[in-house]
């Protein structure tokens, strides 16, 4: 891509030259000063910590952790910080308010993902159903997706959903439907409450919804204790 069009796509942003372009050619930013400058121009672009606008949260990030497709741990150990932007954060707390009139929450299993680790599942599963190109990089590393499912607040327990997190056949398809009925009930309590506030489901994936990237958001490959602490 040539610096001219670079500065066209990103003015009033972050400048060019202060971005970085992956293999796959994606530009992103690597550095918390171009995203703070970003947040300078554009409020909404600020990452948000789920944990402080919903307290009852529950954070299982299994990349932190080797119960996961991959076998490997992908972020830091001690990592349980949930962020997304401004607005799917503050619509993720609209859905958590109404949930809990009915005494249930939220369990997050990935929100925010920087865009390495986009780039480390593309090259062990290859699969676009399943994980993003790194050449379009992932609707997580504009932190604008979230991975989750419904519990019970008094016991924390999930409510069954017919497979795991990260169960890659068509059993987590919304379109599968041989599953008992009350695992559809509840796969369509999630999703209908999740596109109730604004988010899209995923065909393929039960617990995966995006916030429609309506204000340019760009791809963010930062730790996440830098984001955490801004």
Not at 26 to 34: E, F, G, K, M, P
Not at 46 to 53: E, F, G, V
């Amino acid at each position: 891509m040539s610096i001219p069009l670079l500065l066209l796509l990103f003015s009033g942003s972050v400048p060019a030259q202060q971005l970085r372009t992956s293999a796959y050619g994606v530009s992103h930013i690597s550095d918390i000063h171009s995203y703070r400058q970003t947040v300078a121009a554009d409020s909404q672009k600020r990452m948000l910590r789920l944990q402080d606008l919903i307290p009852a949260v529950i954070p299982d990030l299994r990349y932190a952790t080797t119960s996961n497709f991959t076998g490997k741990r992908l972020y830091p150990p001690e990592t349980n910080t949930l962020l997304l932007r401004s607005a799917p954060a503050r619509a993720l707390q609209k859905v958590a308010n109404e949930l809990a009139q009915e005494q249930m929450g939220l369990k997050i299993f990935d929100a925010y993902r920087p865009y390495s680790v986009t780039i480390t599942f593309w090259e062990l599963i290859g699969d676009e159903r399943y994980v993003a190109h790194p050449s379009k990089a992932s609707n997580h590393n504009r932190g604008l997706a979230v991975d989750l499912t419904l519990v019970y607040l008094e016991t924390k327990k999930e409510l069954p959903m017919g497979t795991g997190f990260d169960h890659f056949s068509d059993t987590a398809h919304h379109s599968f439907l041989s599953l008992p009925p009350a695992v559809l009930q509840n796969r369509m309590k999630l999703k209908s409450i999740m596109e109730k506030y604004g988010f899209r489901s995923l065909d393929t994936e039960w617990w995966h919804y995006t916030w429609p990237n309506d204000r340019a958001y760009e791809v963010l490959d930062l730790p996440f204790r830098k984001l955490n602490a801004n």
